[in-house]
């Protein structure tokens, strides 16, 4: 699952996934679009169903601060497109 807001020319990504051993990670990237100095968090969940809920609770503030959704998908991704952004 992965979602992706921008605001004026900032963006945020959120990204929910499993890692290599079976456990679940939500994964956050921020910064301004054509600046090298954005940020990634990986946070480990016990499970897809706490990702989910903490993904919601994104939302909920990235809508606050004004973020718009320019794509959302409930399918695996590839993330080889986040460099466009870096």
């Known amino acids: 699952m992965l979602i992706r807001w921008h605001k ?4 945020f990504i959120a990204h929910i996934q499993q890692d290599l051993f ?9 910064g301004v679009i054509g600046n090298h100095n954005g940020k990634v968090q990986n946070i480990p969940v016990a499970n897809h169903s706490d990702a989910v809920k903490k993904l919601d609770l994104l939302i909920k503030r990235n809508q606050k601060k004004g ?5 959302r ?14």
């Open 8 to 11: 004026d020319n900032s963006y």
């Open 22 to 30: 079976g456990g679940w990670v939500l994964t956050q990237s921020s």
């Open 67 to 71: 973020f718009i959704i320019v794509e």
């Open 73 to 86: 998908s409930d399918e695996p991704t590839q993330l080889d497109w986040i460099l466009e952004f870096s």
